[in-house]
Nanobody
Framework: QVQLVESGGGLEQAGGSLRLSCVVFGNIFSINVMGWFRQAPGKQRELAAAITSGGSTNYTDSVKGRFTISRDNAKNTVYLQMNSLKPEDTAVYYC??????????WGQGTQVTVSS
């Protein structure tokens, strides 16, 4: 079993920066993909960024050049560094993980609000 705990969300001004953290508990060695999804009310959930166990990354077009996903294996933590924030980035951000059996795990979500 895997549990994910997010933190770092909050209020930020447009153009500012914010860093989200996701601590992974449980059978961390079974995880091969970590990602950050986001969802605004009434809208589809979308993948913002992902990182594989091999270190390769993937970003949705709207955040390329502004967001960076990274990990610290010693701390069992995945980060999402968000720079040049825009009001359209406002959403609930969910840390997610996929294990070697293609089972998905989800955090509780953290609210990110960007003011104009």
């Amino acid at each position: 079993q895997v549990q994910l705990v997010e933190s770092g969300g909050g209020l930020e001004q447009a153009g500012g920066s914010l860093r989200l953290s996701c601590v992974v508990f449980g059978n961390i060695f079974s995880i091969n993909v970590m990602g950050w999804f986001r969802q605004a009310p009434g809208k589809q959930r979308e993948l913002a960024a992902a990182i594989t166990s091999g270190g390769s990354t993937n970003y949705t077009d709207s955040v390329k050049g502004r967001f960076t996903i990274s990990r610290d294996n010693a701390k069992n933590t995945v980060y999402l560094q968000m720079n040049s924030l825009k009001p359209e980035d406002t959403a609930v951000y969910y840390c997610s993980a996929r294990d070697t059996n293609w089972r998905w795990y989800w955090g509780q979500g953290t609210q990110v609000t960007v003011s104009s």
